[in-house]
């Protein structure tokens, strides 16, 4: 899967994203076909964070 993030900092702590680390990502999606692949419209990405940084509260500023 691929995304394309518009903003490129942890939305907990606020430092940059860089590639290779891993992340958390929260969206809203459907299910596209019966091969349950999930269809993630562009605005739907809500949150993304660094792994580390996740706590499992999405932190809406």
Same mark, same amino acid.
Request: hydrophobic share 35%; aromatic share 4%; with cysteine.
């Given at each position: 899967? +691929?995304?394309?993030? @518009? !903003?490129?900092? *942890?939305?907990? *702590?606020? +430092?940059?994203i860089?590639? @290779?680390? $891993?992340?958390?990502? !929260?969206?809203?999606?459907? !299910?596209?076909?019966? $091969?349950?692949?999930? +269809?993630?419209?562009?605005?739907?990405?809500?949150?993304a964070?660094?792994?580390?940084?996740?706590d @499992?509260? +999405? !932190?809406?500023y």
């Amino acid at each position: 899967m +691929e995304m394309i993030l @518009g !903003v490129t900092t *942890c939305d907990k *702590c606020g +430092e940059p994203i860089k590639i @290779g680390q $891993n992340i958390v990502i !929260v969206s809203l999606s459907t !299910v596209a076909g019966e $091969n349950c692949e999930l +269809e993630i419209p562009e605005p739907e990405i809500r949150y993304a964070c660094h792994l580390d940084c996740w706590d @499992g509260v +999405e !932190v809406d500023y």
